[in-house]
């Protein structure tokens, strides 16, 4: 025999008493039934009855997996809601900021308009009216600056005026609607009072010289002089 054979030979594991020797039927347990124990104390009741899961006994009380249903519905539900608030606050945020951005861009709709001069314009001509009133009361030291430096503004970068007026109207508009509309009342009968002035004042300037006229023509015909 050879020394392979001597160290490699083929082993009997029962004769070898590694695994006993089993001549009946080994039957399993009650703890490894997959069956349900009907609850005889109150023993059993605390630890519930005993299942057989993937070859293992297990026992679940049915307050314990109630109590943890409820605990996994109340962390899901609390999830949910917690994922549903953030979802809502995070649209309503890129709401507002594409309208605000759109809004910005659409204020300045004339490329022909140098933002920078005129801004540099509109905020010496505020600071011009702070100078000048320095020492009037303070009714004029406010509003000079805001009138001065509105003027600027719709003179040097009218297109982005206009735009901001229709925007802060229709802002004050949503948010303050009967005063709105008293304001706009007035402006309305300011601007016909004004037409109504300027036309008045047109139709006497034609009647004066109209007469002046006539009594230039008069004068040339009962003197014949050439007063024209």
């Known amino acids: 025999m050879s020394v ?17 020797r089993q001549n009946g039927v080994v039957l399993s347990s009650n703890a490894k039934e997959a069956v349900l124990e009907p609850l005889e104390s109150s023993g059993k009741s ?5 299942e057989l899961i ?19 519905l109340g962390v899901l539900g609390t999830i949910e809601k ?23 861009a659409n204020l300045h709709s004339d490329p022909r308009e140098k933002l920078l001069p005129g801004f540099t314009y509109i905020v010496v001509a505020a600071m011009s009216g702070s100078v000048l009133t320095r020492n009037k009361p303070f009714l004029y030291r406010f509003t000079a600056p805001l009138v001065l430096g ?27 609607p009967e005063t709105v509309a008293k304001q706009d ?15 008045s004042i047109d139709y006497v300037a ?5 007469i002046a006229a006539k009594f ?13």
């Open 4 to 20: 392979e054979s001597r160290f490699y030979r083929e082993q009997d594991l029962v004769k070898e008493a590694v695994v006993p």
């Open 46 to 50: 605390i630890i519930g009855n005993n």
């Open 54 to 72: 993937d070859g293992i006994s297990v026992r679940s009380p049915s307050y314990l997996l109630s109590v943890f249903h409820r605990l996994r």
């Open 82 to 104: 917690a994922t549903q608030k953030i979802d809502e606050k995070t649209s309503a945020y890129y709401r507002h900021e594409r309208r605000l951005t759109s809004t910005i």
């Open 150 to 176: 509105s003027l600027c503004f719709s003179y040097v970068l009218p297109s982005t005026f206009q735009n901001t007026a229709s925007l802060l109207h229709s802002i004050e508009s949503e948010h303050f």
């Open 185 to 199: 009342a007035i402006i309305n009968r300011t601007a016909q009072m004004g037409r109504t002035a300027a036309s």
């Open 206 to 210: 034609e009647s004066v010289f109209a």
């Open 216 to 228: 230039r023509h008069s004068v040339k015909e009962w003197t014949n002089l050439n007063i024209e």
